[in-house]
């Protein structure tokens, strides 16, 4: 059974940093493509930043030069360096393992965790 476990969300405060962990296990072997993705209230699920198997990386032009994903594959775990957050990042975050290389719908993913929310306020 393959599984998904994100950790690290809460509240921050704006202009604060957070570090989203999510650490895979069961037969997911090494996915080409690991990502994470969020969903704020009210609205659809967005694509955060995505790290291949040969680490190229790709994010949302909203949070480019402020977050930083990276992949710790000794330890089957992926993580989201979240800084100068804005109450506009406030969403649950979604760590997500592809196959398909450079994945970057929603549908193209196989696996997802559960998620985990992450709140940006004063």
């Known amino acids: 059974q393959v599984q998904l476990v994100e950790s690290g969300g809460g509240l921050a405060q704006p202009g604060g940093s957070v570090r989203l962990s999510c650490t895979t296990s069961?037969?997911?072997?090494?996915?080409?493509?690991m990502g994470w993705y969020r969903q704020a209230r009210g609205k659809q699920r967005e694509l955060v930043a995505t790290?291949?198997?040969?680490?190229?990386?790709n994010y949302a032009d909203s949070v480019k030069g402020r977050f930083t994903i990276s992949r710790d594959n000794a330890k089957n775990t992926v993580y989201l360096q979240m800084n100068s957050l804005k109450p506009e990042d406030t969403a649950v975050y979604y760590c997500?393992?592809?196959?398909?290389?450079?994945?970057?719908?929603?549908?193209?993913?196989?696996?997802w965790g559960q998620g985990t929310q992450v709140t940006v306020s004063s």
């Open positions: 069961g037969s997911i072997g090494s996915p080409n493509t």
């Open positions: 790290e291949t198997s040969n680490g190229d990386t």
């Open positions: 997500a393992a592809a196959q398909r290389f450079r994945a970057t719908l929603t549908d193209d993913y196989d696996y």
